[in-house]
């Protein structure tokens, strides 16, 4: 049986029925769905701005490349501190912490005077949104203790970013009408009504948890510089002794960060958390499924507006649908999860991504916007029910002391595979005669390893730990 569909034993003056109705319960999980919606908004509204952006400071695809990977790079490469920041002085001011950082540098965006300001500015934004995420799951773990009240409030947790995401493109559009800056003043309110909220809510237990310096430093030269030669190696060619020396510094840095987790006395990855394979299974889908999903938002909006000549509301708008259903639809994935078990959800997720995406590639150059805008479901559809129930079984197989960590590792997959996914798409795109030839070359190749990961997701299991009481 799922562990979605398993209740847990609650004690006595505290049954799982009145768990999400507390004041303190209400709270978390408002301030956890705010926090991950506007860090989701903030990547959708990039996108759609981006010829705007262009059109003011100059510059090629690189650049934009950056506006966009710039803020993941930075917030992957932080989740896994931010989880152990969490566990050690407490989500609830971890998160306060980090929501700060965010509203003071979306003002930074909003007031860039160049594209190099920008930059710097999102990889800031980048900081504040790697303590939000993996802290808001881990205000949500500590409040609701039932694992099918957790399954429901994580499955809210995830409609929060994908209202964002349904919003972000046509609000994004919307404003850069008017001026592209707006985008980011956009999450100033958002993350004050967020600050404001987190008062009332429910804060983890903390634990003496040491930083491992290494590990963080490495994590972050090893991401960095991989980015960094995949990017500019699109342009500059792979070749070229600077990106070359990226790669090895990339490598290099992958295996001082291994070394660091193996040997080190207090690994802020504990790489015993990979002995499961539900683990490894679960965060290689999380990571190719953020691939396919952030290379279609980015591939897609500069194909609407520089190729066929959409406005930024018209491309807006033309998101809509996908993002739209995965906003009604995230809800449903746990009660599929719940009935049939998670597995099916994922596999079924990754399926329609899969179709969606070869969809894209098949269609003729000539294709109606509107039936090109129809396609995109699929891809949006499908992660929308791979993210709900993944996101359960990893915190259902982990200790209740290592929920910031296993969040934190989980949602550093995830970044990752939308920050190395636009980087790669965008360098596929740069070495090809045309921009629809390196599009249809970079979805289809997702598309095949969605297929894989389809299969390989068949191992997955509901740990045994969540028919256990609390």
Same mark, same amino acid.
């Given at each position: 049986?799922?562990?979605?569909?398993?209740?847990?034993?609650?004690?006595?003056?505290?049954?799982?029925?009145?768990?999400?109705?507390?004041?303190?319960?209400?709270?978390?999980?408002?301030?956890?769905?705010?926090?991950?919606?506007?860090?989701?908004?903030?990547?959708?509204?990039?996108?759609?701005?981006?010829?705007?952006?262009?059109?003011?400071?100059?510059?090629?695809?690189?650049?934009?490349? $950056?506006?966009?990977?710039?803020?993941?790079?930075?917030? +992957?490469?932080?989740?896994? %501190?931010?989880?152990?920041?969490?566990?050690?002085?407490?989500?609830?001011?971890?998160?306060?912490?980090?929501?700060?950082?965010?509203?003071?540098?979306?003002?930074?965006?909003?007031?860039?005077?160049?594209?190099?300001?920008?930059?710097?500015?999102?990889?800031?934004?980048?900081?504040?949104?790697?303590?939000?995420?993996?802290? +808001?799951?881990?205000?949500?773990?500590?409040?609701?203790? @039932?694992?099918?009240?957790?399954?429901?409030?994580?499955?809210? $947790?995830?409609?929060?970013?994908?209202?964002?995401?349904?919003?972000?493109?046509?609000?994004?559009?919307?404003?850069?009408?008017? @001026? $592209?800056?707006?985008?980011?003043?956009?999450?100033?309110?958002?993350?004050?009504?967020?600050?404001?909220?987190?008062?009332?809510?429910?804060?983890?237990?903390?634990?003496?948890? &040491?930083?491992?310096?290494?590990?963080?430093?490495?994590?972050?030269?090893?991401? !960095?510089?991989?980015?960094?030669?995949?990017?500019?190696? !699109?342009?500059?060619?792979?070749?070229?002794?600077?990106?070359?020396?990226?790669?090895?510094?990339?490598?290099?840095?992958? /295996?001082?960060?291994?070394?660091?987790?193996?040997?080190?006395?207090? &690994?802020?990855?504990?790489?015993?958390? %990979?002995?499961?394979?539900?683990?490894?299974?679960?965060?290689?889908?999380?990571?190719?499924?953020?691939?396919? %999903?952030?290379?279609? =938002?980015?591939?897609?909006?500069?194909?609407?507006?520089?190729?066929? /000549?959409?406005?930024?509301?018209?491309?807006?708008?033309?998101?809509?649908?996908?993002?739209?259903?995965?906003?009604?639809?995230?809800?449903?994935?746990?009660? =599929?999860?719940?009935?049939?078990?998670?597995?099916?959800?994922?596999?079924?997720?990754?399926?329609?991504?899969?179709? *969606?995406?070869?969809?894209?590639?098949?269609? &003729?150059?000539?294709?109606?916007?509107?039936?090109?805008?129809?396609?995109?479901? #699929?891809? #949006?559809?499908?992660?929308?029910?791979?993210?709900?129930?993944?996101?359960?079984?990893?915190?259902? +197989?982990?200790?209740?002391?290592?929920?910031?960590?296993?969040?934190?590792? %989980?949602?550093?997959?995830?970044?990752? *595979?939308?920050?190395? /996914? =636009?980087?790669?798409? /965008?360098?596929? =795109? +740069?070495?090809?005669?045309?921009?629809?030839?390196?599009?249809?070359?970079?979805?289809?190749?997702?598309?095949?390893?969605?297929?894989?990961?389809?299969?390989?997701?068949?191992?997955?299991?509901?740990?045994?730990?969540?028919?256990?009481?609390?």
């Amino acid at each position: 049986m799922s562990s979605l569909s398993t209740q847990k034993v609650a004690p006595a003056g505290n049954d799982a029925s009145t768990t999400s109705r507390t004041p303190h319960t209400r709270a978390t999980l408002v301030v956890a769905m705010l926090g991950f919606a506007v860090v989701t908004l903030d990547t959708q509204v990039v996108n759609v701005a981006l010829p705007d952006i262009n059109r003011d400071f100059g510059g090629d695809l690189t650049g934009l490349q $950056w506006v966009v990977t710039g803020y993941t790079l930075m917030f +992957s490469a932080l989740l896994l %501190f931010a989880g152990t920041l969490s566990d050690r002085i407490g989500a609830r001011r971890a998160y306060g912490i980090g929501m700060s950082v965010f509203v003071l540098a979306s003002a930074a965006c909003g007031l860039a005077p160049s594209l190099g300001w920008l930059i710097g500015a999102r990889l800031v934004q980048g900081i504040g949104a790697a303590l939000v995420t993996p802290t +808001s799951l881990a205000l949500i773990r500590a409040a609701y203790q @039932d694992s099918a009240e957790r399954a429901r409030a994580i499955a809210y $947790w995830a409609m929060g970013g994908s209202i964002a995401a349904a919003a972000g493109p046509v609000l994004g559009g919307a404003l850069t009408e008017l @001026d $592209w800056r707006l985008i980011f003043f956009l999450n100033l309110p958002v993350g004050a009504v967020a600050l404001l909220v987190l008062r009332g809510a429910a804060d983890s237990p903390r634990h003496v948890v &040491p930083f491992d310096i290494t590990g963080q430093i490495s994590a972050i030269a090893g991401l !960095g510089a991989l980015t960094y030669a995949v990017i500019e190696g !699109g342009e500059i060619g792979y070749g070229e002794p600077r990106i070359v020396i990226a790669f090895v510094v990339a490598v290099l840095a992958v /295996g001082v960060f291994l070394t660091a987790q193996a040997r080190g006395r207090h &690994p802020m990855v504990p790489l015993d958390l %990979f002995t499961s394979r539900t683990m490894s299974v679960a965060l290689i889908v999380g990571f190719l499924g953020m691939v396919g %999903f952030y290379g279609v =938002v980015f591939l897609q909006s500069l194909y609407f507006q520089q190729q066929r /000549g959409a406005s930024p509301l018209q491309t807006g708008l033309l998101f809509l649908p996908m993002t739209g259903l995965v906003a009604l639809l995230n809800p449903l994935a746990a009660r =599929v999860a719940n009935r049939f078990g998670p597995a099916t959800a994922i596999i079924g997720g990754q399926l329609v991504m899969a179709a *969606g995406l070869a969809g894209l590639v098949l269609l &003729p150059g000539d294709a109606p916007l509107i039936l090109i805008a129809a396609v995109m479901v #699929g891809v #949006g559809v499908g992660g929308s029910f791979t993210v709900p129930p993944i996101t359960a079984l990893i915190l259902d +197989s982990v200790p209740h002391h290592r929920a910031g960590t296993a969040s934190g590792v %989980f949602n550093t997959f995830r970044q990752m *595979g939308g920050s190395l /996914g =636009v980087a790669v798409y /965008g360098a596929v =795109v +740069s070495t090809q005669p045309t921009f629809q030839r390196g599009q249809h070359i970079s979805l289809a190749a997702t598309a095949v390893l969605l297929l894989l990961t389809a299969t390989a997701s068949l191992a997955l299991r509901a740990p045994a730990a969540s028919t256990e009481a609390a």
